[in-house]
């Protein structure tokens, strides 16, 4: 069982980035998707959600209106789409999976399987 995120790198200020998530070895679509996010010195922090038949998604509440995320259930990923970045965005993304209930769908400890990590820096 594997999730391989990719897409991050290096971007300006104001610049867009999207983010991959390709599941493997499990059956993708019984599992909800996470994104959470690390910067340096500080808490993995829990950022958008989508559900397994990708009807409902969530967001923190600070990145609404920037980020969406999406599925793609042929290709067995995950998109985080990041549009108008800014410095503090700059981290290490990681992507989960789970197939605790919803409501459990922002808490990492719910999260069973967990990719790499892509890092993303934004400069000013």
């Known amino acids: 069982l594997q999730l391989q995120a990719s897409g991050g790198g290096l971007v300006q200020a104001g610049g867009s980035l999207r983010l991959s998530c390709a599941a493997s070895?499990?059956?993708?679509?019984?599992?909800?998707i996470g994104w959470f996010r690390q910067a340096p010195g500080k808490e993995r922090n829990w950022i958008s959600s989508i559900s397994d038949v990708g009807d409902i998604t969530i967001y923190t509440e600070f990145l609404k209106g920037r980020f969406t995320i999406s599925r793609d259930s042929a290709k067995n990923t995950v998109y985080l789409q990041m549009n108008s970045l800014k410095p503090e965005d700059a981290a290490i993304y990681y992507c989960?999976?789970?197939?605790?209930?919803?409501?459990?769908?922002?808490?990492?400890?719910?999260?069973?399987?967990w990719g790499q990590g892509t890092q993303v820096t934004v400069s000013s």
């Open positions: 070895g499990f059956t993708f679509d019984d599992y909800h």
């Open positions: 989960a999976a789970t197939k605790a209930p919803w409501r459990w769908s922002k808490i990492a400890s719910r999260f069973e399987y």
